[in-house]
């Protein structure tokens, strides 16, 4: 079976390619990207979206954007006016979306590449590809580490539940919270899932249950209300859940909705563990309370909710918090790691 290619470059480096997931489960269409409106579009859109996604979308996004502008006659390959336009670029896309570190993370390294590279427009336009090479295959490193380092807790016959869309679709490789369930599948142990639906742009129902099918996981879909009554009747051995930014302390900031599924797990006493990439640390911030949290429009609830958002108030973030104390483990590409943490630099 082909891999999924959430981000990847298109044919020839001309362009960042990646599947617009506005339209799965029914229609899988990829899109070239070439310019950093376009791609600011896709991320704030969520065309292409999970944290460890985006961040790789940035840096081949970024390059792209770099080449094409080298190559055209109007910068003259004059430096200065050719970093200066790059850095807007840069400055564009990284304000796309606030919560997921990655995205800054991806942008920062890009700009360093930039900054450290000597000579002409062109030269710099090169250093930016090999950039974006290193983090669109190091993304897909971590994600296979991070399945070898969490196969301890999808053991033969284990019931997985987990929260949004934290797999292959989120990411450049197979996944975070998904990928102990691939490792596990492809070792041969019997592992399913239960998808919590993630109310209101369903990442859980729309995409999860699709992309697990279409590996041959065996899938459960539920709404999000659903989630502790399962646990209740025995049917949840373990949750695995990504992040979209998790703090010195161990908080947890993810999709709305984590922080009720650990509170139920925590309750049933189920461990709750969260799986994400070093690039989704930031260790410069203390605590979750720290983390921005993006809100989005009050129709993506409307529409959910067959609300009319100009007669209803609507509440809208993306993100909640899930404290330290919650989490049983994090699983990263450099190992699991245990209560208490600290990841400050
Ligand atoms: O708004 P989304 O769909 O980008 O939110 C995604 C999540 O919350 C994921 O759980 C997180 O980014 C981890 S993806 C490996």
Redesign the pocket.
Known sequence: MEPIRAVDWAPGRTALRIIDQRLLPVTFERRDLTTADEIREAIAT?AV??????GVAAAIGLAVVARHAAAAKDVGTGREAFVAAWNTAADLIAAA?PT?VNLAWAVGRMRTAAARTPGSAAAVATALEAEADAVLSEDREMCAAIGNHGLGFVPDGARVLT?????AL??AGI???LAPVYAAHAAGRRVSVIAGETRP?L?GGRLTAWELTRAGVPVRLVTDGMSASLMRTGEVDVVL????RIAANGDVV??IG?YAVAVAARHHGIPFVVC?PSS?IDSCTPTGAGIPIEHRAADEVAAASRADSAQVAVWNP??DLTPAALVTAIVTDRGVWAPPYSFAS
Request: glycine fraction near 12%; charged fraction near 10%; include cysteine.
């Open positions: 969520l979206r999970g944290a460890p996604a985006i979306r997921a929260h949004c869309n934290a797999g989120a990411t996944g975070t919270a742009l990442q859940v990504g992040a979209d993810n999709k984590t994400a989704t993306a993100f």
